[in-house]
């Protein structure tokens, strides 16, 4: 693997680390402006719903930008954001500075996905995503638990800060690393916009929605559940984190693996066992053991879905995928949002710290039908990755590849 993949899983780490480490603060944060933990939620709902407006914003702005100079921009966005959410007097501005950190995520990791596909051979596309996403995964091994842990002892405003210094790391190693990779010679938004036209495409973004809200259903409120439920003490929230990235990173290795071989079973597989997982979560939340195993699964069976997923609409999107991979990411973080608003909806409806693991279960369950609604379509129709309204989407002066190359799934 070349070793710009590297500078893009540091850009990765920053922005996984600032998008999950709320969740291991959110008392101390909702203390710190005297509301509710179900209210300072709205943090995750904000950034995920940041992410989503973001992704496609700031890939149309940057459609003339090459992609290693708009890769440095958005980490520019992000120390900003994450500036402003150390120093906000007032949780309003708190929220503002999550959002402004958002809107670099899904673009970064959008272009990011392309860029780290076009380094490799096209059999290796998946293995590429995979790799830049493990920073993503590392974060919460590593950056999410220590950012826990230096929010409960020094204050979750150095964390912030911490995270701003990550993502100027990030910005160095990206210039340093990445190569000037020439954009596609007349590709324009409306190829980009076409890739839309596809049923598969969409059909793949509602499998991002659904399949990885079924995660944040059960992981938005995990601190509450765990210290409430389970009996942890606060201070164990941390380790708890890090099994909860351990599964990331195993899941999104195996599925980069495998998602190169036999994308759709793959999809199948994780997405019904991470229903059955989420489900009974609802039970083994109730032992101290049976919720760190669980943790775990949840981990493993939500990121073993997100190469397959960005390759899928990758492959379905060939010729104008940059738009299409960046509104992926954004699928991602709607899902985020959605299931973090359900979440909280249950818990204020009084039905108890582990209502939020139904919802993610239906959530999973759901991503699995359109999995297998996918796939029927695909067998019946012959559909080809590429293909938009049965049509070939090809950049204007670029040449179709020849019919008779299958595809890769």
Not at 95 to 117: C, E, Q, T, Y
Not at 216 to 243: E, K, N
Request: hydrophobic residues 60%; aromatic residues 6%; without cysteine.
């Amino acid at each position: 693997m070349p070793l710009a993949l590297l500078a893009l899983a540091i850009g990765a780490f920053g922005i996984g680390t600032t998008e999950f480490v709320i969740m291991g603060l959110l008392p101390e944060v909702a203390g710190t402006y005297g509301v509710s933990i179900p209210a300072a939620g709205f943090l995750v709902t904000g950034y995920a719903l940041g992410v989503v407006l973001g992704a496609p914003l700031m890939t149309v702005l940057g459609t003339r930008i090459p992609r290693k100079r708009m890769l440095m921009l958005l980490m520019g966005l992000f120390i900003v954001g994450n500036v402003l959410s150390a120093l906000a007097p007032a949780f309003g501005i708190m929220l503002a500075g999550r959002v402004v950190a958002s809107l670099a995520h899904g673009a970064f990791f959008g272009i990011g996905a392309v860029v780290a596909a076009e380094l490799v051979a096209p059999e290796k596309k998946a293995g590429a995503i995979a790799m830049m996403f493990t920073g993503l995964t590392v974060a919460n091994v590593v950056g999410v638990p220590l950012g826990t842990l230096v929010g409960q002892h020094l204050g979750w405003r150095v964390t912030f800060l911490i995270v701003a210094s990550l993502g100027l790391l990030g910005l160095l190693g990206i210039a340093r690393l990445v190569p000037d990779l020439p954009r596609p010679e007349g590709v324009r938004i409306r190829h980009e916009l076409a890739a839309f036209r596809n049923v598969q495409v969409l059909l793949a973004m509602g499998m991002t929605v659904l399949g990885f809200g079924g995660v944040f259903a059960a992981i938005t409120y995990i601190t509450p559940m765990m210290t409430g439920v389970a009996g942890f003490a606060d201070t164990s929230v941390t380790w708890l984190l890090v099994l909860l990235g351990l599964g990331m990173v195993a899941g999104n290795l195996v599925g980069g693996r495998f998602a190169d071989r036999a994308l759709m079973p793959m999809l199948y597989t994780s997405l019904g066992a991470l229903a059955v997982v989420l489900a009974a979560f609802t039970l083994t939340a109730h032992t101290k053991a049976g919720a760190a195993v669980t943790i775990f699964l949840i981990g493993a069976l939500g990121f073993a879905t997100v190469p397959p997923l960005q390759k899928r609409v990758l492959d379905q999107a060939a010729g104008a995928p940059t738009l299409a991979s960046a509104v992926n990411i954004g699928a991602f973080n709607l899902g985020n949002a959605l299931a973090a608003w359900l979440g909280g909806l249950v818990i204020a409806a009084g039905l108890g710290w582990t209502a939020p693991n139904w919802v993610g279960a239906a959530l999973a369950a759901s991503a699995l039908l359109l999995a297998v609604a996918s796939g029927a379509l695909e067998r019946r129709t012959g559909t080809r990755a590429g293909d938009a309204d049965g049509s070939r989407v090809v950049a204007a002066g670029a040449p179709a590849p020849p019919a008779a190359v299958p595809a890769h799934h």
